[in-house]
């Protein structure tokens, strides 16, 4: 089945400062959504990025799809950031996501 | 609208007794799911409806039940809560297809005690 490594696991930033999140997977996925979960746990779909980049704000995802990795970048961190940020491919041609362990973000002031 | 609505919010339950959540979407979706999330890990799929059909993933086949009345409305059924149950349970949906993105509902926290 479909295996997810994100690296790092958790991430300290001081504000301002960039951060690079990174998600490998094990087998071609047709389907790849990055989350970022609240601290009262709600999930937000940040992207929905099979492949390709795609921007929104001072976010930013690229996924090489023969490559199997997927990148999230945050530009100018600011403390509202702080949270952790699940990818989450699919299996093969199917309906489930996988997630990953997740990185856990810190900004701080 | 892309909202997927959840009912209720937080639900305390007592060991041995049921559980139901519920689910609700708009958007006409084919396809619901419900995942577990517990704090700390990864959020874990327990089953999934395409239309009418029913799967459930082997591991947690005999734990939870599952119904969907119509294409809006799709439930999560425990039987007897134990405290492993405890958890935030997340219904999502999507249209069936290799590329169509998954929308989450804000969550419920139960509580089992």
């Known amino acids: 089945g479909q295996q997810v490594q994100q690296s790092p696991a958790s991430l300290v930033l001081q504000e301002g400062e960039n951060a690079e999140l990174q998600c490998n997977f094990s087998?071609?996925?047709?389907?790849l959504q990055w989350f970022y979960q609240h601290p009262g746990g709600r999930l937000v779909s940040l992207f929905y990025?099979?492949?390709g980049t795609k921007h929104t704000g001072r976010l930013t995802s690229t996924t090489v799809t023969n490559e199997r990795r997927s990148s999230l970048h945050i530009s100018s961190s600011q403390t509202t950031d702080s949270g952790t940020y699940f990818c989450?491919?699919?299996?093969?041609?199917?309906?489930?996501?996988?997630f990953g362990e997740g990185t856990k973000l810190t900004v701080s002031s | 609208d892309t909202t997927v609505k959840q009912n209720p919010r937080y639900k305390l339950a007592r060991v041995g007794k049921p559980v139901n959540l519920i689910c609700s979407q708009t958007?006409?979706?084919?396809?619901m799911y419900w995942y577990q999330k517990k704090p700390n890990q990864a959020p874990k799929l327990l089953l999934f409806?395409?239309?009418?059909?029913?799967?459930r993933e082997a591991d947690t086949f005999e734990k939870f039940q599952s119904s969907r009345p119509n294409n809006s409305f799709c439930s999560l059924y425990i039987g007897s809560a134990g405290l492993e149950y405890s958890a935030m349970y997340l219904c999502?949906?999507?249209?069936?297809?290799?590329?169509?993105?998954?929308?989450f509902g804000p969550g419920t926290r139960l509580t089992v005690l």
């Open positions: 999502a949906s999507s249209r069936l297809g290799p590329s169509y993105e998954q929308y």
């Open positions: 087998s071609t996925a047709t389907r």
């Open positions: 990025n099979p492949s």
């Open positions: 989450a491919p699919n299996q093969g041609g199917s309906a489930k996501l996988i």
């Open positions: 958007m006409n979706h084919d396809t």
């Open positions: 409806y395409y239309d009418k059909i029913l799967n």
